[in-house]
């Protein structure tokens, strides 16, 4: 099953990044707020999430 792309969403918006030194609910709630503005269906979530973790968060 493919996900579709929402129209105008070339490019990912600036999602920002989480390395483990703050809170990650926080990071999550960032996270949500842009994409849910941007009506980003699960799957392409699922897909952008992991590019925002650096090094230490994803140990």
């Keep these: 099953m493919r ?3 929402p129209a105008g969403f070339e490019r990912p918006p600036p999602l920002g990044t989480y390395d483990g030194q703050f809170d990650p609910d926080e ?3 960032n996270i949500n707020a842009i ?5 980003v269906s699960g799957a392409i979530r699922c897909r952008l999430f ?3 973790l ?5 140990t």
């Design 3 to 5: 996900a579709l792309i």
């Design 27 to 29: 990071h999550i709630d």
């Design 54 to 58: 650096r090094k230490w968060a994803m």
């Design 35 to 39: 994409l849910n503005f941007r009506m």
């Design 50 to 52: 992991p590019t925002t």
